[in-house]
């Protein structure tokens, strides 16, 4: 397949592992980012004309047309609307209902239900979810990792169901489907809009992450049953989330516990990248999740992809995917968390292109708010890269 994102490495190549990442290197490599941003909006007209000449490049099996026109830049938001943008595309964890109340009421454009939390915030009347949406009077998302099998949470309350290996092995993609649906209705009885699954990686090397979270070892079959599970949720009205994006199923380890390397990235193109390719244009509502995952041929080679810039152009552009893309959980897998403390790490993933940061770890809302704000005044994230994560965002929700 041919790859037309920008081929940002050659500058990149100084910046260190993420073993031996400092926040001072960090801070440089994320000032880079936003320089790009200003010199891309300097091109000459003669460029941007010779470029809108050119014939569009798409991949096989992605989800626009190669003579589709790309969306226009979202406008840079109002120097008033700064803080209210930022805080409308963070998704931090809420354990309690006081705990989301609160980071609602600063802004929050939604919020993470770990696993960890208080189950009242499901099931206890007057205080739960749906009690919260009636309190805080806007729209905003609830997402939970719910994908049948070992990663099912509360399933004392949502109900127990199969892993996705398990699914694929017992149901046709139409049964699969509307096991989904069923799920997604559950799902939604309880106020989830949102739920961090299916998984699209494609297991290959008995990688316990992956295992029996993956449909298949066949990547066109992982695609097609993947679609059929998103659009059952999508039918219940639960916006449906594919991961691991650039693929998991063959890295060196969990990104939970350490960096992971992918193989190569004309590898990936290959295989991993085959289940994304087939389930975006077969379940456009669905959204992506970036993963923490170095791919040796993509940018360095090291950094991984969800703070990433290379990363984020090859879903756009490769995959010809325009909806929101979340990352992985930026502030409790030690692939990310070892190296940058979390409002660093929130800054840096949406300057990469991320449209929604998302974490599982306590934190200061406002203090990660604040400092997106001093971000974008210090110049270190464009309004114009802050503006498009929210057009992202906010069109998805309205789907």
């Keep these: 397949m041919s790859l037309v994102y920008p081929p940002l490495g050659t500058v990149r190549e100084e910046c260190c592992t993420l073993e031996g990442m400092t926040y001072s290197r960090i801070i440089v490599s994320l000032g880079f980012v936003a320089v790009l941003s200003a010199c891309s909006n300097s091109a000459s007209d003669e460029d941007k004309a ?37 805080a409308s595309v963070l998704m931090p964890p809420a354990t309690s209902y006081e705990d989301a109340k609160a980071k609602l ?76 649906r069923d799920i997604g209705k559950r799902l939604m009885d309880y106020g989830i ?74 590898e990936l193109e290959n295989h991993e990248f085959i289940p994304f390719q087939n389930a975006i244009p077969a379940a456009p509502n669905a959204a992506l999740m970036m993963g923490h995952l170095a791919v040796p ?28 893309i979340y990352t992985d959980d930026i502030g409790g897998m030690a692939a990310i968390s070892d190296s940058l403390p ?12 991320a449209d929604m940061p998302l974490w599982s770890t306590e934190a200061d809302i406002n203090a990660v708010i604040d400092a997106v704000v001093g971000a974008v005044d210090e110049g270190r994230l464009a309004p114009e890269r802050l503006g498009d994560a929210a057009r ?7 789907d």
């Design 50 to 86: 010779r470029e809108s000449a050119a014939p569009a490049s798409s991949s096989p099996g992605t989800a626009a047309s190669a003579t589709e026109a790309a969306p226009a830049p979202a406008p840079a938001p109002a120097p008033e609307d700064i803080r209210a943008t930022a």
């Design 342 to 353: 979390l409002a660093d790490a929130v800054i840096t993933s949406l300057a990469a292109g």
């Design 105 to 180: 009421e600063a802004g929050v454009g939604g919020i993470f239900i770990p696993s960890w939390a208080d189950p009242g915030l499901l099931e206890e009347e007057g205080r739960n979810i749906n009690a919260l949406r009636a309190e805080i009077g806007r729209d905003f998302e609830v997402a939970i990792d719910f994908e049948g099998g070992r990663v099912q949470r509360f399933s004392e309350i949502l109900g127990e169901y199969p892993s996705a290996q398990q699914m694929a092995a017992d149901n046709s993609p139409e049964q699969v489907e509307q096991l989904a």
């Design 392 to 398: 992202h965002v906010h069109d998805g929700d309205s």
């Design 297 to 324: 041929g993509l940018g360095d080679g090291q950094t991984p992809a969800s703070i990433l810039p290379e990363a984020y152009g090859l879903a756009r552009e490769a995959l010809q995917y325009d909806g929101t």
């Design 193 to 266: 809009n949102v739920d961090f699954a299916p998984v699209l990686d494609v297991d290959g090397d008995d990688l316990e992450v992956v295992g029996d979270r993956a449909f298949s070892t066949d990547p066109a079959q992982a695609g097609e049953y993947g679609a059929a599970f998103a659009r059952g949720l999508d039918a219940a009205g639960v916006k449906a989330v594919f991961k691991h994006f650039p693929g998991h199923g063959r890295a060196s380890g969990d990104t939970h516990l350490a960096e992971a390397i992918t193989p190569p990235l004309e």
